[in-house]
């Protein structure tokens, strides 16, 4: 069965629109349809005008695999923290939704100074998703920017994963232009046959100018998918996680024990403790539903 996939992006709030690419997993034979709409989070789409909300129906024709929604965002004069709202699919024809829910952090840009600090995030991705994309930000989730242009060098590491079999190695120098936020490293992940564990590679930061790296080391890890199919394989999720309250939001890592034979669905709700996700709100509930397609193992 095809499934119909979208990932979670961060943007800048001056990148002007955000473009959310919606794939199918392999070519359709025939016509696969697909609804969408945003869904406001913390990001307003209403007096504020965060971003402009946005419905349809995607239309792909036998053998397309991939379109492009484009949300126009709004800059709002005034500094805010961390925001995002959400991007859903429903109701498909002649395919299934994989990930069908992805969530778009908007990183504010309000906070001008000399001398940015830069950031880069890890990263958790499947072996089957084609891409890993370390997300550099400027003044990490509560977001800076700078009068001045500031660049700043990239270059991938080997881990246990290798660039050459694992992924493909990539460097480079990103621009961050006055008023820029955000910037994206996408890394192509290769999909082998070989049997192994969980791997990771890193990408690491250096020779920043008008910034001073404070983060420059992101890991990206590997879920491993090429052990023998279960019928009913386990899913597990780390029992603890430990997050700075800064750092915007937490990514949980649901796994399987083995690929599964067929596609595994599992409902997930936070429950809040000592956090409350009421009226101080230390983090905004969620609750949804994954879809493992057949050869997946990891989902975040």
């Known amino acids: 069965m095809v499934t119909i996939n979208i990932k979670d992006i961060v943007v800048g709030e001056s990148d002007s629109y955000a473009d959310i690419v919606v794939s199918l997993s392999a070519p359709a034979p025939s016509l696969?349809?697909?609804?969408?709409?945003?869904v406001h989070g913390t990001a307003d789409d209403g007096s504020y005008y965060d971003y402009l909300p946005v419905s349809g129906t995607l239309n792909f024709t036998a053998g397309e695999t991939t379109k492009v929604v484009r949300i126009a965002l709004s800059e709002y004069q005034g500094v805010e923290s961390l925001e995002y709202f959400r991007f859903n699919l429903s109701s498909p024809t002649n395919a299934a939704i994989g990930q069908g829910s992805a969530m778009v952090s908007i990183?504010?840009?309000?906070?001008?100074v000399d001398t940015p600090q830069v950031f880069v995030r890890d990263v958790v991705v499947d072996e089957k998703a084609g891409?890993?994309?370390?997300?550099?930000?400027?003044?990490?989730?509560?977001?800076?920017?700078?009068?001045?242009?500031v660049t700043v060098d990239y270059a991938t590491a080997d881990g246990t994963a290798i660039a050459g079999s694992d992924y493909v190695g990539r460097s480079g120098t990103l621009t961050f232009a006055p008023g820029d936020s955000v910037k994206t490293v996408v890394v192509d992940i290769t999909n082998d046959a070989v049997a192994e564990g969980r791997e990771r590679f890193g990408l690491n930061l250096s020779n920043a100018i008008n910034a001073t790296i404070v983060d420059g080391l992101g890991l990206a890890e590997i879920g491993a998918n090429d052990a023998?199919?279960?019928?009913l394989p386990r899913v597990s999720v780390a029992d603890t996680l430990v997050v700075g309250e800064s750092d915007g939001y937490v990514d949980v890592v649901v796994s399987l024990s083995a690929p599964?034979?067929?596609v595994v669905t599992v409902n997930y709700a936070t429950v809040h403790g000592t956090a409350d996700d009421g009226s101080y709100y230390d983090y905004l509930p969620v609750s949804g539903t994954l879809n493992f397609a057949v050869g997946e193992t990891t989902k975040v």
């Open 131 to 149: 891409t890993a994309a370390f997300v550099v930000m400027l003044g990490g989730p509560t977001g800076q920017s700078s009068n001045s242009t």
């Open 228 to 231: 023998a199919a279960a019928s």
């Open 260 to 262: 599964g034979q067929n």
């Open 107 to 112: 990183v504010d840009d309000d906070t001008v």
């Open 32 to 38: 696969v349809t697909v609804n969408y709409a945003t």
